[in-house]
């Protein structure tokens, strides 16, 4: 099962003095849980995960990757298509691409980021991801690859990322607040 994670903002007064207070919440089986804290100007991001879920092992990268998200305090949002899938509609109908295509196309113009995780089958990138990531780039998005499988990456990617990480786990710490750029030291293909 996986989670929905959102923000709750309250503006309230106390003495002429506006306090805003940015509630985090996830919500597991219909229990929504906070996690607070009052900062002035405190910028929080939407994430767009960009990943292949094919198989098990991308599931579960991509599993990973929305936990790991989901305790970055600076997270607000998260975007995982495998939770847009539109299982009412027929799956692979003309409908359901067009419902699926426009739906994460909305999702990665509204993101602040998109995080990627980087995973070679048969010596290529999924098709799907790269068109995401040409997407984000050319909306000027930063870009956060992440990279733990054995495989050297191209060009391509590699110049229109913001910073590279080695681990999923990394992206817990990350400074979604700075953006510091972390480049990709390593072999292009």
């Known amino acids: 099962m996986g989670f929905i994670q959102g923000i709750d903002i309250h503006n ?11 509630g985090i919440f996830k919500v597991y089986k219909g ?4 996690r607070w804290y009052e900062k002035k100007n405190t910028r929080v991001v939407r994430v ?29 949002d998260i975007f995982s298509a495998r939770f847009y899938q539109h299982e009412h509609l027929t799956f692979g109908s003309t409908e359901w691409r067009t419902v699926v295509f426009h739906n994460d196309l909305k999702y990665l113009r509204r993101a602040d980021v998109v995080v990627a995780i980087h995973d070679f089958v048969n010596g ?3 098709s799907g991801t790269a ?11 930063p870009i956060i690859l992440i990279k ?3 495989s050297i990456p191209n060009l391509m990617l590699i110049e229109s990322l913001h910073a590279y990480l080695a681990n999923i786990e990394d992206i817990v710490t990350y400074d979604f607040i700075n953006m510091p750029r972390i480049p990709y030291k390593g072999p292009l293909v």
Not at 63 to 68: C, D, I, P, T
């Open 12 to 22: 309230f007064k106390i003495n002429d003095n506006i306090f805003v207070i940015h």
């Open 31 to 34: 229990e929504r849980r906070y």
């Open 48 to 76: 767009f995960i960009a990943g292949p879920f094919f198989n098990d092992e991308q599931i579960n990268r991509i599993k990973r990757l929305e936990n790991a998200l989901g305790n970055n305090p600076f997270v607000a």
């Open 124 to 126: 290529c990138v999924d």
């Open 131 to 141: 068109f995401e990531l040409g997407y984000a780039y050319a909306f000027q998005k």
């Open 148 to 150: 733990e499988k054995e």
